[in-house]
């Protein structure tokens, strides 16, 4: 594998389920992010982690919680999603956060739709 | 805040037609300036970038030049394809924490 890659695709659940979105970059990276992507809006960051650190977390829902067990992976638990959390979920990677100019490489995304 | 706006979609071409699509932004000190492209079920790719005033970026034919003065960064092809029809993000590196600030997006469609 190379790049950014993200598991699941595509996820549907119900507002009850408790599902994880899972993300790994083969980069090297320092940094990872997760982003929302709906439809009309420009793309949201929800978090970033900087050397398994969390940084930002801008205002995000509690149902929505990250985690960074090492600069590789990063994962995004959901739990009791209302149906307009449905969008895609893009996460990224870059080298260092806090150099400026440096671009952010983006996995596939996982479309999630809450019935 | 630091913002990105860019022209709003969908725009539609004739394949080999000029494309320009505007991107401008509101940013304090001195943001590196990016397109990305997204293809349809697909994430975002790092299209072109620049990093300081009357930079060129350029990538695949595309090209974009940041003009401080104006605060543009708008997106150039000079003979688009069909497989350029995709949605087209400017975005700048304004974030607290490095993030990357986004525009809604530019869809474009390419006819035969």
């Known amino acids: 594998e190379t790049g950014v890659t993200q598991t699941p695709r595509h996820l549907v659940m119900g507002m009850t389920n408790k599902k994880s979105l899972k993300c790994e970059q083969h980069?090297?990276?320092?940094?990872m992010y997760w982003y929302k992507q709906s439809a009309k809006k420009p793309l949201e960051l929800m978090f970033v982690?900087?050397?398994?650190?969390?940084?930002e977390n801008n205002s995000v829902p509690s149902r929505f919680s990250p985690e960074c067990p090492n600069s590789s992976h990063l994962f995004l638990h959901l739990h009791t999603l209302q149906p307009e959390d449905s969008a895609l979920y893009l996460c990224?990677?870059?080298?260092?956060?806090?150099?400026?100019?440096?671009?952010?490489?983006f996995g596939p995304g996982t479309r999630l739709t809450v019935t | 805040g630091d913002s990105v706006t860019q022209m709003e979609g969908p725009v539609t071409l004739s394949e080999e037609a000029f494309l320009t699509i505007n991107c401008t932004y509101t940013a304090t000190g001195y943001p590196s300036l990016f397109w990305y492209v997204q293809y349809p079920g697909e994430g975002l790719q790092l299209l072109l970038k620049?990093?300081?005033?009357?930079d060129k970026g350029s990538n695949k034919g595309f090209e974009a030049t940041y003009r401080k003065e104006t605060t543009s960064f708008h997106l150039e092809k000079g003979s688009v394809q069909v497989s350029d029809s995709a949605v087209y993000f400017c975005?700048?590196?304004?974030?607290?924490?490095?993030?990357?600030?986004f525009g809604k997006g530019t869809k474009l469609s390419v006819k035969p």
């Open positions: 980069l090297g990276h320092n940094a």
């Open positions: 975005a700048l590196s304004g974030g607290s924490q490095g993030n990357l600030i």
């Open positions: 982690y900087s050397l398994e650190e969390r940084v």
């Open positions: 620049a990093t300081k005033a009357d």
């Open positions: 990224a990677s870059s080298q260092d956060p806090r150099a400026r100019g440096l671009e952010q490489y």
